[in-house]
């Protein structure tokens, strides 16, 4: 079992920057894959990075390419997510996620651990 807690969440202007945290306790958090989700009043969640256990293998959507950049230090058992270049379509409440199997996935229902999640408002 592992368990996930994000952090960092804030308002910020349009044009600028933050940095999400996710903090994993149980099971041995390096060997797991890791994601980040985001879901939008009324929208339902979705994909917006993934990362494999080393940190070797990095995947994102189209929509945060570019702008957002997914890590992972796994002495310190934590996923990161450094946002910069926001936008407000990037209001959302972010979710951190754990899959024990290796391979990158955008697929929800393929992450087995889930955070509470953070919120994050840009505003125009």
């Known amino acids: 079992q592992v368990q996930l807690v994000e952090s960092g969440g804030g308002l910020v202007q349009a044009g600028g920057s933050l940095r999400l945290s996710c903090a994993a306790s149980?099971?041995?958090?390096?060997?797991?894959?890791m994601g980040w989700f985001r879901q939008a009043p009324g929208k339902e969640r979705e994909f917006v990075a993934a990362?494999?256990?080393?940190?070797?293998?990095?995947y994102y959507a189209d929509s945060v390419k570019g702008r957002f950049t997914i890590s992972r230090d796994n002495a310190k058992s934590t996923l990161y997510l450094q946002m910069n270049s926001m936008n407000p379509e990037d209001t959302a409440v972010y979710h951190c996620?754990?899959?024990?199997?290796?391979?990158?996935?955008?697929?929800?229902?393929?992450?087995?651990?889930w955070g509470q999640g953070t919120q994050v408002t840009v505003s125009s």
């Open positions: 149980g099971r041995i958090f390096s060997s797991y894959t």
């Open positions: 996620a754990g899959r024990t199997t290796l391979l990158l996935s955008a697929r929800l229902n393929e992450y087995e651990y």
């Open positions: 990362i494999w256990w080393s940190g070797g293998n990095l």
